[in-house]
């Protein structure tokens, strides 16, 4: 193997950037590092936000996107894995300034590959990636403040997207009733397939109440959207709840007060999956392993795309009109 296929994002202008599939010789990934054939991949809002140029992201290019990536290892020059060996990638400074997952091949520091559980396929370990670690660490966190599960109610904001459905799934599983807030109502059916107790629009949510406290809703949650939505899931929270927030999708700012705080005890919970240390990310893969999932559940989460596919829909991304978990398989061929 002398070259691979991967996503290529090259700066035409300041301002203009183009995304296309390209051949690669596979000397251009060095010589340092674990060499891995990638299986999978999948799609995350920052894959969109790096092919789009943005700065934040990335800032050299050409470059190849992907944050999370699913392989085999082929050589590890450090000896720390035998090739074979099935591995995960998610995270760190992957795909952002480094070349990333969205390719047949990557290359990466030995301490940012995870080897994958035994009872967790390369291609579910993709319905996961990232947005899946940060469901899970949100759940752990929040069960650190409150152990028993049974009969709390958790509230889900941003429920279409990646990190949405797979926490109404996992919530769900641990014995959660779940409330699944998107504004998006035909996914309301495929939602309470996935395990929510109830669907509300997003809307409900947006409303502005000069009420310092609304009527308490729910005992947790995991929100994707701040802004006003979170100023508003903190309010309708229960006494000593806690919402964990992992976004802000209607932007980075607070404008709420203090009194679901001082008044009921209240957690606002921050989760960054991106920077844990690799045993933490380990035990969360081990955890995710851990839950079964019917073929029926991965047919609503999961759509299996090829690579040639994927400029148009990191483009559909940006514009909001992403669902569910996009999973790349980067050996389809045809």
Not at 240 to 266: K, M, Q, T, Y
Request: with cysteine.
């Amino acid at each position: 193997m002398t070259h691979y296929q991967a996503l290529r994002v090259t700066q035409q202008s300041p301002d203009d950037f183009h995304c296309e599939v390209a051949r690669l010789p596979l000397g251009e990934l060095g010589s340092e590092g674990v060499l891995i054939k990638v299986y999978y991949s999948c799609l995350n809002y920052k894959d969109a936000l790096s092919a789009a140029g943005n700065p934040g992201v990335t800032r050299t290019f050409p470059h190849t996107p992907g944050i999370d990536a699913a392989g085999v290892v082929e050589q590890d020059p450090s000896g720390v894995f035998a090739p074979g060996q099935r591995v995960l990638i998610s995270g760190y400074d992957f795909g952002m300034n480094t070349p990333g997952g969205l390719a047949e091949y990557c290359r990466v520091p030995a301490q940012w590959v995870s080897v994958c559980p035994d009872d967790l396929s390369l291609r579910n370990a993709m319905l996961y990636g990232t947005a899946g670690l940060t469901a899970a660490m949100a759940m752990q966190k929040i069960q650190k403040l409150q152990p028993e599960v049974a009969g709390r109610r958790f509230v889900v904001t941003g429920a279409s997207g990646a990190v949405g459905s797979l926490a109404v799934l996992l919530a769900a599983h641990a014995g959660y009733s779940v409330t699944a807030v998107t504004g998006k109502a035909q996914e309301f059916d495929r939602l309470t397939q996935l395990g929510a107790s109830q669907c509300l629009p997003a809307e409900d949510l947006l409303k502005s109440s000069p009420k310092p406290l609304l009527k308490p809703e729910w005992d947790c949650g995991l929100d994707s959207l701040g802004g006003a939505a979170l100023v508003n899931v903190l309010k309708a929270t229960a006494p000593e709840g806690a919402i964990a927030n992992c976004g802000l999708a209607l932007g980075p700012e607070l404008e709420g007060n203090v009194f679901p705080f001082i008044l009921r005890g209240v957690s606002l919970l921050g989760i960054d999956s991106v920077e844990q240390p690799l045993e933490t990310k380990r035990a969360l893969w081990q955890s995710l392993a851990a839950v079964p999932l019917t073929a029926e559940q991965e047919a609503l989460i999961i759509r299996e795309v090829e690579l040639t596919q994927v400029p148009e829909l990191l483009a559909a991304m940006l514009k909001g009109s992403g669902r569910g978990r996009v999973v790349v398989n980067l050996q389809a061929k045809g």
